[in-house]
């Protein structure tokens, strides 16, 4: 099992910035990728950014060049930085990792949420 722990939502206006963190423990594969999704109220669950174990990152489109996400292999931590927030980024934020082997995924965990809103 994969425990995820997440930290650093909060109240913003728009424009500003925050920074939430996602410290992993349990049993992590070697390899993994680790990544942030979001729910919106009456919307389904999409990916925001995710960030393999070698660094290669994927982010939605309406994210990029705004948010970015990085991770400390040997903290097991994923860390997604939010700047120049808009109203629709207001969400439950979600710490995802999925685990690997060379057959394939493994296993899916997913944090408790924490909640991000941007006042307009």
């Known amino acids: 099992q994969v425990q995820l722990v997440e930290s650093g939502g909060g109240l913003v206006q728009a424009g500003g910035s925050l920074r939430l963190s996602c410290a992993a423990s349990?049993?992590?594969?070697?390899?993994?990728?680790m990544g942030w999704y979001r729910q919106a109220p009456g919307k389904q669950r999409e990916l925001v950014a995710d960030i393999a174990i070698v660094g290669s990152t994927n982010y939605a489109d309406s994210v990029k060049g705004r948010f970015t996400v990085s991770r400390d292999n040997a903290k097991n931590t994923v860390y997604l930085q939010m700047n120049s927030l808009k109203a629709e980024d207001t969400a439950v934020y979600y710490c995802?990792?999925?685990?690997?082997?060379?057959?394939?995924?493994?296993?899916?965990?997913w944090g408790q949420g924490t909640q991000v809103t941007v006042s307009s």
């Open positions: 349990g049993s992590i594969a070697s390899i993994n990728v």
């Open positions: 995802n990792l999925n685990n690997y082997n060379y057959r394939g995924r493994t296993g899916v965990y």
